[in-house]
């Protein structure tokens, strides 16, 4: 079982910056996928980026390609997303997602066996 906690979001205007923290409970966080997803109201929950448990490969996808980067700490059991060049359409819920990464495809929700409570991004034009 794991815990995924999110901090980090907040209000900012556009072109601005933000920094995603997701925290993971337990010892073996080394040893799954981390991904980030996000839901603006009234759309599907959609995959942003993710990272396998090595850190050596990184998804993301087109529409923040540049912008956004994804990185994890295994010592500190903690996934992280920074988001640069905010735009208007970035405002979301995001999301923090663990999986077994074990042949999964980390791009899509059903990779993913593990969810956090989400953290509210605003970026106002």
């Known amino acids: 079982q794991v815990q995924l906690v999110e901090s980090g979001g907040g209000l900012v205007q556009a072109g601005g910056s933000l920094r995603l923290s997701c925290a993971a409970s337990?010892?073996?966080?080394?040893?799954?996928?981390m991904g980030w997803f996000r839901q603006a109201p009234g759309k599907e929950r959609e995959f942003v980026a993710a990272?396998?448990?090595?850190?050596?490969?990184?998804y993301y996808t087109d529409s923040v390609k540049g912008r956004f980067t994804i990185s994890r700490d295994n010592a500190k059991n903690t996934v992280y997303l920074q988001m640069n060049s905010l735009k208007p359409e970035d405002t979301a819920v995001y999301y923090c997602?663990?999986?077994?990464?074990?042949?999964?495809?980390?791009?899509?929700?059903?990779?993913?066996?593990?969810w956090g409570q989400g953290t509210q991004v605003t970026v106002s034009s």
């Open positions: 337990g010892r073996t966080f080394s040893t799954y996928a």
């Open positions: 990272i396998r448990r090595s850190g050596a490969n990184t």
């Open positions: 997602a663990a999986g077994s990464d074990l042949g999964v495809v980390v791009t899509t929700r059903g990779g993913y066996d593990y």
